[in-house]
């Protein structure tokens, strides 16, 4: 059964880079059917898609946070990073990966983690 | 940007009634070529990361009760829930994926309640 989950710091100061990671277990993140993505949800609030990364290393983001969104994908490790640059207290969220079946639905997702910027 | 706009934002229904949930897309998300609708529907209970429980509109995921249902095409979708039961309560998100390059954008959910 596939499983998501991500890891990361809790608390990022202002202006400085957030940086989560995805493991992938149950199943591996070099199939050729799946992309993998980050979502947020700001507290009490809704879904806001970041960005989707293929094995391959391909990746879409949403043009909202493009100048400040890289991610990247490590299939040696099953893994997928986020890494959001000069965050504000606007950036503070859950942050969920998820899996993507092909560029269409999220049909997988990871638990969650929270991240609070704050100084 | 597709904007998503669910109806109503709350909803509260009694225990065995049937829930309806509206989304409506800016643009039509029908892909002519191959007649399927870009749409996916997830429920999200609290303290929950949100669960796919339709897709291509109308396309059940596997182990969602067969009282979720999708209908609807183009630009107007409706999320039905053909008896509630009490584990049902959630928040109700719809979401697009037909925008080429992708940006996948979702309804502002729609919080449904026991009445």
């Known amino acids: 059964q596939l499983q998501l989950q991500e890891s990361g710091p809790g608390l990022v100061k202002p202006s400085e880079t957030l940086s989560l990671t995805c493991t992938v277990s149950g199943g591996s993140i070099s199939s050729s059917s799946y992309y993998w993505g980050w979502i947020r949800q700001p507290p009490g609030k809704g879904l806001e898609w970041i960005g989707s990364?293929?094995?391959?290393?391909?990746?879409y983001y949403n043009p909202s946070l493009k100048s400040r969104v890289t991610i990247s994908v490590d299939t040696s490790k099953n893994q997928f990073s986020l890494k959001l640059s000069s965050v504000t207290a606007a950036d503070t969220a859950v942050y969920y990966c998820?899996?993507?079946?092909?560029?269409?639905?999220?049909?997988?997702w990871g638990k969650g983690t929270t991240v609070t910027v704050s100084s | 940007d597709i904007v998503m706009t669910q109806s109503p934002d709350s909803l509260a229904v009694s225990l065995g009634e049937r829930a309806t949930i509206n989304c409506k897309s800016s643009?039509?998300?029908?892909?002519?070529?191959?007649?399927?609708?870009?749409l996916a529907w997830y429920q999200q209970k609290p303290g929950q990361p949100p669960k796919l429980l339709i897709y291509?509109?109308?396309t059940r995921e596997s182990g969602v009760p067969d009282r979720f249902s999708g209908s609807g095409s183009g630009t107007d979708f409706t999320l039905t829930i053909s008896s509630l039961q009490a584990e049902d309560v959630a928040v109700y998100y719809c979401q697009q994926y037909y925008s080429t390059p992708p940006l996948y954008t979702f309804g502002q959910g729609t919080k449904l309640e026991i009445k």
């Open positions: 998820a899996r993507l079946y092909e560029t269409y639905y999220m049909d997988v």
């Open positions: 643009q039509s998300v029908l892909y002519s070529s191959n007649n399927k609708n870009y």
């Open positions: 291509w509109a109308s």
């Open positions: 990364i293929y094995y391959s290393g391909s990746t």
